[in-house]
């Protein structure tokens, strides 16, 4: 009786002293770990079911199933490195999201910037066109009488800046139909125009300066609204790289972007070539409206006529879709070349297509 009782005792003493399987220690030390912490946090519902899987470990090991505690102790390992995988790709997420939200305020910030910079340069611009009107409307002395080779080349010049004159007041016309103080420069230049005719003997170069001015300032008045409305300076360059890619050389001036053709015609009648290169120009005028089209035809001394160019052209504009159109026949007051040059008659001879600018 002693001898079983001593054997009950050292077999009880036996299985109480029985090693935990190392899965269940390894469970044990990496659930405490810093990362599976984190995971029960980030990834509760993963964390939790490697809890279970640990608990159920020990249950099977505290009723002596050794080898159902290493089954399970190794499934609850898998199951916390589950959710510390899944601890990081939360975490991951995190960071992406915060990411995102920073890129997003800094695209924010920088179109707030760019807004902006545009309207920025646009009062820059609107400042340069009225310094630039001030100036020219500075008076200037009287010119005194004098000889008639002299005179004679203010005449020239006179009809130049009348006629540049008489173009700013059209741009103008286009943009502002209504303006009430445009009638009184356009009866002016007409006065001019009646003068010049005449040939007097002491050119009126003064008023066509004046009148130049004046039409400056009308056309700078006529954009203020829009320019204050959409403050936006880079549309006259958008325009300026479409132009360049329809294969015309554009460039800027008081009127907007201009852009110069030469020989359109096959004596009256427009080249094939020339309409298209006229349709690829109407369709950059329709996809901006806002710009309307002033046709000028500049004629050579001694060469052709210009005045059926303009019509022509700005026909064929108006067929191919341009919006709005106006054409003028400037003559020959506005070389490009010394009339006395060699060839001036080609480079003199040419049709302007400006897109009047809305906006300074």
């Known amino acids: 009786m002693m001898r079983r009782a001593l054997a009950i005792a050292l077999l009880s003493t036996g299985c109480a002293s029985l ?41 099977a090991f505290a009723n002596g199933d050794r080898a159902g505690a290493q089954l399970l102790g190794e499934d609850a390992l898998a199951a916390y490195e589950h959710a510390v995988v899944l601890a990081r790709l939360a975490r991951a997420d995190a960071r992406l999201a915060a990411a995102k939200s920073h890129a997003d305020q800094a695209r924010v910030e ?42 004679r080349a203010r005449l020239s010049a006179a009809k130049a800046i009348g006629e540049e ?54 056309l700078t008045s006529a954009r203020r609204p ?22 015309v050389e554009p ?43 002033l046709v000028v035809a500049h004629g050579a001394r001694g060469g052709r006529h210009a005045a059926p160019a303009a019509d022509s052209v700005a026909a064929a504009l108006k067929e191919a879709g341009a919006p709005k159109v106006s054409s003028r026949d400037a003559g020959d007051v506005l070389p490009v070349a010394q009339p006395e040059s060699a060839r001036a008659a080609g480079r003199n001879e040419r049709v302007e297509i400006v897109f009047v600018a809305p906006t300074s």
């Open 226 to 247: 829009a320019t204050a409305l959409a403050p936006e300076a880079g549309e006259p360059d958008e325009l300026l790289d479409l132009l360049a890619k329809a294969g």
């Open 110 to 151: 920088l179109g707030a910037l760019e807004e902006e910079q545009r309207r920025t340069a646009a009062e820059a611009d609107d400042y340069d066109m009225r310094l630039k009107v001030a100036r020219d409307a500075l008076p200037l002395p009287s010119s005194e009488p004098a000889t008639p080779e002299r005179e």
């Open 165 to 218: 004159a008489r173009l700013l007041c059209m741009a103008t016309q286009m943009l502002a139909p209504d303006s009430k103080t445009l009638a009184d420069s356009l009866k002016a230049l007409d006065g001019l125009q009646a003068t010049l005719a005449k040939q007097p003997a002491h050119a009126p170069i003064d008023e066509a300066v004046r009148l130049r001015s004046s039409c400056l300032s009308e």
């Open 251 to 293: 460039s800027r001036d008081d009127r907007g972007v201009v852009i110069v053709l030469r020989d359109l015609f096959d004596g009256k009648t427009l080249r094939a070539a020339s309409k298209e290169k006229l349709t690829a120009v109407a369709e950059i005028a329709r996809a901006h409206p806002a710009f309307p089209l």
């Open 19 to 59: 090693p935990r399987p190392a899965a269940l220690v390894e469970a044990d030390r990496t659930r405490t770990s810093p990362a599976s912490q984190e995971a029960a946090t980030l990834a509760p519902q993963a964390f939790l079911a490697a809890e279970k899987a640990r608990r159920d470990a020990d249950a």
